[in-house]
Nanobody, 118 residues
Framework: EVQLVESGGGLVQTGESLRLSCAVS????????TGWFRQAPGRGREKVLC????????FLERLLRGRFTISSDSAKNTVYLQMNNLKPEDTAIYYC???????????WGQGTQVTVSS
């Protein structure tokens, strides 16, 4: 059974940092590129960062790389999202999903809430 379990969300103030974790079971993160997406209230789901960069990277991905970093630990089969200098507009539910490189997103986690107060 495939499971993606996010953790690390919470309520922070503007300028603070959070690190999200996505623990994957049922497949190896070496086989399916795992990345992060978010959905803010009243907005569609956005791609945040994928562990595998592509030429088709969105403007938002390029923009967020200035504050967000994606990394992985193959031994733990876990993908992380380090978010620095958080802003109120980063408030959203953050999901991990695979495969973000092909955009065939067959696997999703349940999401973790990130709220940034001003």
């Amino acid at each position: 059974e495939v499971q993606l379990v996010e953790s690390g969300g919470g309520l922070v103030q503007t300028g603070e940092s959070l690190r999200l974790s996505c623990a994957v079971s049922g497949f190896s993160i070496a086989d399916y590129a795992t990345g992060w997406f978010r959905q803010a209230p009243g907005r569609g789901r956005e791609k945040v960062l994928c562990i595998q960069r592509s030429e088709g990277e969105t403007f938002l991905e390029r923009l967020l790389r200035g504050r967000f970093t994606i990394s992985s630990d193959s031994a733990k089969n876990t993908v992380y999202l380090q978010m620095n200098n958080l802003k109120p507009e980063d408030t959203a539910i953050y999901y991990c999903a695979a495969d973000c490189a092909t955009n065939v997103l067959a696997y999703w986690g349940q999401g973790t809430q990130v709220t940034v107060s001003s």
